[in-house]
């Protein structure tokens, strides 16, 4: 069930998101308005990252099954099941934003 | 002139082309929210846990012809059983030893039949009450091989002994296969804390992606 400890995480977040926010707003001068957009720019990276991630994960798939079928040689799926392959996949996806984004810009 | 729209405002050009395209990046941010959402929800909330359960489907402990007990995670380099596959073991031995079935069939791989057989050899379970599988390297090929195994001895009836989250699949190819299957889950709790519940939501993403492979292929 859920209980205290669970939302012990969540609490810290918005503590140190609180002082980001004081020391954005009043230390560096950072208008306010500008945290809707950058909310904007962090679900779009976080999108990319579960494209990037179906991608690998999909291309992944795909090679196993196809060198299972040409070769005989058995590969596991479960190799697939591998947590870098996320942290991969986040390295991509803000990369590519990054580079959109740029592109965006200088066009 | 500074840009609202942008966190690098300092640099950016005042151009409806500063921000990406707007179809794709209104696509890109439903997807994000999409995954912040699962992720708060499945972290946070009993979600996984129920999901789990309700895909494992009911726990049936009652009399069997056979305690089919598949592979999971194999053996360490030790030889000394995995986690969920000691859990497995001794879940089945146990099961064995309140009379709910003459035989418990142990698959997956060699090393983990063999620390499984031993294992229950020393905990009491006589030499012909076990019954080993060896070779299974996929749940599939596992449900062959026991096929090949338990209808010689006429059994139908079998009480699967695995966790919550294989047993959709395991018990979906064991009725494929004629069987009368009983679940024999090792674990309905669920885990407590975040972290544990979006491991469980990671597994049950595989193992959802995994059904649906076996039913396109018409295995299940």
Not at chain 1, 26 to 45: N, Q, Y
Not at chain 2, 20 to 49: E, H, I, M, Y
Not at chain 2, 68 to 74: E, I, Q, T
């Amino acid at each position: 069930m859920v209980d205290f400890d669970t939302f012990v995480g969540p609490a810290l977040v918005a503590v140190t998101s609180l002082g980001a926010w004081l020391v954005g707003t009043r230390r560096l001068g950072l208008p306010g308005a500008g945290l809707a957009p950058a909310s904007g720019r962090m679900l779009e990276a976080i999108g990319l990252l579960l494209v990037f991630l179906a991608l690998n994960l999909g291309v992944g798939a795909a090679l196993i099954l196809a060198w299972r079928s040409v070769t005989g040689h058995f590969v596991s799926l479960y190799i697939l099941n591998d947590a870098t392959l996320g942290v991969f996949a986040l390295v991509q996806a803000l990369v590519f934003h990054w580079w959109w984004l740029r592109g965006r810009r200088t066009e | 002139m500074p840009c609202a729209h942008d966190l690098a405002h300092h640099r950016c050009v005042s151009s409806p082309r500063v921000l990406p395209d707007g179809k794709r990046s209104r696509a890109l941010r439903l997807l994000g929210a999409v995954v912040l959402l699962l992720l708060g929800v499945g972290g946070f909330t009993p979600l996984a846990n129920g999901l789990n359960r309700w895909m494992a489907g009911p726990s049936e402990l009652k009399p069997a012809q056979a305690i089919v007990v598949p592979g999971r995670g194999g053996s360490d380099s030790d030889e000394v059983l995995t986690n969920a596959s000691l859990r497995r073991t001794l879940r089945a031995i146990a099961l064995q030893q309140q009379g709910l079935s003459p035989l418990i069939v142990f698959s997956g791989e060699n090393l983990e039949v063999d620390a499984r057989v031993q294992l229950a050899r020393g905990l009491g379970i006589a030499a012909e009450s076990l019954l080993p599988a060896y070779g299974g390297r996929t749940t599939r090929e596992e449900a062959v091989l026991i096929e090949g195994l338990l209808k010689p001895r006429g059994v139908q009836r079998i009480l699967l002994v695995a966790d919550s989250i294989d047993m959709p699949r395991a018990r979906a190819l064991f009725e494929a296969r004629g069987f009368t299957v009983l679940g024999g889950q090792t674990w309905d709790g669920g885990p407590s804390d975040p972290e544990s519940r979006l491991h469980l939501l990671r597994e049950i993403a595989i193992e959802l992606s995994a059904w649906c492979y076996y039913r396109l292929r018409g295995w299940i």
